[in-house]
């Protein structure tokens, strides 16, 4: 009987061990294999005309993204020289001293910029999550476009090969179009704008309206996009036009809405704000509106096995179901003096109410262990999932503050 209850609580032991070391992380297999990030690469055309603030909007993106914060999330430029370029049109856009902004860009100045975006943990290094492509360009191309000549070059190259083509309307014309009422220019390049947006299958229709800052608390959005329907058929039509995914108009301020850049009463020129500070409003939202759809394939693979990863490994039913059946076996194969071997596992199912209790207590210490693991090194998975939450939370904060640029889905109520 003594041999027998040694044996016993040496396996018992033995499997609480077994239990524990299991609950602490022993990775499940996978069949499966993660998506790779370093082909994780989307590439984003911003198609708007002279002026509608491309550049700008390029470096306030990179601005607001540069350092990660308290998200943990950054993105860094593709080459050091990269980045001392956008460090230099933000010095120019920020210097209070200046009125002056970058200039328009040039031919020459055409580029795809490309960013990684990495996410991190408390501990260890940034892992890439993935990477996007922002291309800027003159917007004089897009007057070559409207008089009908296809574009050529590197521009249609990016045009033709981006994941994402987003329209951009210049907030400064939508905003006189909304005071003063119709302008030549701005039909003209609404028009072209249509145009050139209608002629991509998308399943979601982005457009951007920039500078949001001289429209902010005067007109309302829904306002807005009723007047711009009103404006222009070609623009209502595109909205109306059926689409699986909806659109989403997204209201941008690269410059922010604090006052930074605001109006000399005496002279009417905008000036930037010496005590205001540059708050870039809502720029990270548009790649928070786009990214996820053209990554959702990686993510639902990393979703699944993440879901795999976290699924409990053991429970309290399995722990107390090991021991009644590690119970019984013993039960059956030790002799336990004169009774039978059925005799003997009877007796032993009947103190397994008392395993129970114990096992209960067990379970509790094997839960803890597994709390305790140590913190992972941050993988793609969890990285990307950072990513794609941060982003997300940024378009939440637009939809909160202009609940117009909810995604909208015709006949979708
Ligand atoms: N109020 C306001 N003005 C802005 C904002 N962003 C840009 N601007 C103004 O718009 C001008 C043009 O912006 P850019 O970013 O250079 O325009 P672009 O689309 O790159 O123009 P091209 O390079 O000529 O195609 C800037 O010089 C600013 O004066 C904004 O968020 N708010
Ligand atoms: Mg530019």
Redesign the pocket.
Known sequence: MAISAAVAAAIAVGTITWLIVRARGRPQENSRPAPDASRRIVSIVAL???????????A?MWRELAIEGARRVRVVADTPQDEVVLQGLCSEIENPESER?????TLGEAKEWKFTVQARNPIGPPVDVFKFSYY?????LLDEMAKGREPSGAFAHALQSADIVVG?LD??MVAHLMSHGADDVFAGRLTSLCLALSRREVTTLHIMI?????MKGRYPLERVIARLKEFNGLFRNLLETPRVGGVRIIP?????TNGF?YEDKATRL?RKSATRGWF?QYVVAPLGCTIPDVLATDVQVLRDLEVNKRKPVVSRQDVSGVFFWVTLVLGLAVPLGPAPAIVSAIREIAVKGSLDKLMDSFSGVIEHARRRDPPRKLDDASGLVRALSYLREEVDRMERDIPAARLTVPGGG
Do not use: C, N, R
């Not at 920039?210 to 001289?214: A, N």
């Not at 941008?252 to 922010?256: F, H, I, M, P, T």
């Open positions: 708007g005309h002279e002026g509608s603030g491309k550049t700008v909007l390029l306030s902004f970058p200039p328009g860009t800027d360009y003159p917007g004089e951009i907030g400064q920039t500078k949001w800052d001289l941008v301020s690269a410059l922010g850049l905008m870039p």
